[in-house]
């Protein structure tokens, strides 16, 4: 749920606009645009692969071995998850 775009490529696009100005703003969502298109193919990948229910638990678990870095790894994104997940919230907020 937290992994999606926000309000914030409106709010800097001005920004980027006005600082860059020309080409060079162009150049940026072009960078942009082929970065986004590469993580997409990315997790359609991944769920193509590995269907089913979990998503970045379950890719991290299946990953990296049940039995050795795969428990850690998923567990320390669900942590992190739980801890970032009200502060995303909290600085949408203000």
Known sequence: ???M???GPFITIPLLMTALGGPQAMLGWIVGVV???TDGMVWSELGA???GSGGTYVYLREGYG???WGRPAAFLFIW????SG???IASGYI
């Open 35 to 37: 970065i986004a298109i």
């Open 80 to 83: 992190q998850f739980i801890l």
């Open 5 to 7: 775009i926000g309000i």
């Open 49 to 51: 692969a590995l269907p």
């Open 86 to 88: 009200p502060l995303e």
């Open 1 to 3: 749920m937290t992994n």
């Open 66 to 68: 049940r039995e050795r």
